[in-house]
């Protein structure tokens, strides 16, 4: 059976990510940190829906090397090798590099890089073969330093999806997807995601549909690894001419 441990799995991306993978015959490791209670509703949902796959949940704070170090160990004793890391999980708080503390930086890069790097190290070494997909951001592309750490911890991530698609080759294909205006923060709404998506050359948000059907392609394709999937509406070519006139 096909088994995957998405991190941060709960709730918006994490979450769709799990109901398409078990659409399509997967088992799934729902990771999850503060969200047990959502994280508990969807294994069970999955679990009626899919009475032949599994679906575990399973608690990491990301922050803590510990807890990181154990999540890859503890779901290969649990359920055997597994086929798929999806490292989903991230934190999203905004700064420029003046006004980014320490601990913002640290928060930033533990959670979006330093876990990463140890889950796909562990993959590598426990389960051996199979799919890695890190999910970045289009944000990737520019030098922006609105959200500096968070930015950073997504190049970071990115150039770490290349080195580890060469070393892995080719028991494990390591491929990222980059998503642009998908969901609002949690913390803001329908119209704030709306006036950054007319900003766009689709002109719209995408949702969550652009990035399952290029989780699809990644798993569909045996031949692809190291690539970066834009699911960004083609946000990661510029503002489209004319934006600014429009906007006034
Ligand atoms: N939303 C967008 O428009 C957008 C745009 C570009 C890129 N992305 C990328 O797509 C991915 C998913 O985005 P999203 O908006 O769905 O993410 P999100 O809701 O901001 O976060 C996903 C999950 O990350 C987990 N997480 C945060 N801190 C953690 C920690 N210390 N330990 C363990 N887990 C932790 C949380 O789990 P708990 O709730 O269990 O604590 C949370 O549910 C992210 O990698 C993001 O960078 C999203």
Same mark, same amino acid.
């Given at each position: 059976m096909k088994r995957a441990l998405i991190t941060g799995a709960s709730k918006r991306i994490g979450k769709a990510v799990a109901g398409f993978l078990a659409e399509n015959g997967w088992s799934i490791v729902i990771h999850f940190n503060s #969200?047990?209670?959502?994280?508990?509703e969807l294994s069970e949902t999955l679990q009626s829906k899919f009475p032949n796959q599994s679906f575990a949940i399973a608690k990491a704070n990301l922050l803590n090397t510990d807890e990181v170090t154990a999540l890859i160990l503890n779901t290969v004793s649990r @359920? +055997? %090798?597994?086929?798929? *890391?999806? %490292? %989903?999980? #991230?934190?999203?708080? +905004? +700064?420029? !590099?003046? $006004?980014?503390?320490? &601990?913002?930086f640290e928060m930033q890069m533990? /959670?979006?890089?330093?876990?990463?790097? !140890?889950?796909?190290?562990? @993959?590598?070494?426990?389960?051996?073969?199979?799919n890695i997909i890190n *999910? /970045?951001?289009?944000? !990737?592309? #520019?030098?922006?330093?609105?959200?500096?750490?968070?930015?950073?911890?997504?190049k970071a991530l990115w150039e770490l999806t290349k080195m580890a698609a060469l070393e892995f080759a080719p028991q494990i294909r390591v491929n990222a997807i980059a998503p642009g /205006?998908?969901?609002?923060?949690? &913390?803001?709404?329908e119209n704030y995601l709306n006036s950054l998506a007319r900003k766009t050359p689709m002109k719209k948000a995408g949702g969550v549909e652009p990035i399952l059907k290029s989780i699809g392609y990644i798993l569909d394709n045996n031949h692809l690894t190291?690539?970066?999937?834009?699911?960004?509406?083609? $946000?990661? *070519? +510029?503002?489209?001419?004319?934006?600014?006139?429009? $906007?006034?």
């Open positions: #969200s047990e209670k959502q994280a508990k @359920f +055997g %090798n597994f086929d798929l *890391l999806i %490292n %989903n999980a #991230s934190v999203f708080n +905004g +700064g420029s !590099i003046k $006004e980014t503390s320490v &601990d913002l533990n /959670v979006n890089f330093k876990a990463p790097f !140890i889950l796909m190290h562990d @993959f590598a070494k426990h389960c051996k073969k199979g *999910l /970045v951001d289009t944000r !990737i592309t #520019s030098n922006k330093s609105d959200f500096a750490a968070y930015s950073l911890s997504k /205006v998908t969901l609002p923060p949690a &913390d803001n709404n190291g690539q970066l999937l834009f699911a960004d509406g083609g $946000e990661n *070519l +510029g503002t489209p001419p004319g934006y600014a006139n429009r $906007e006034k």
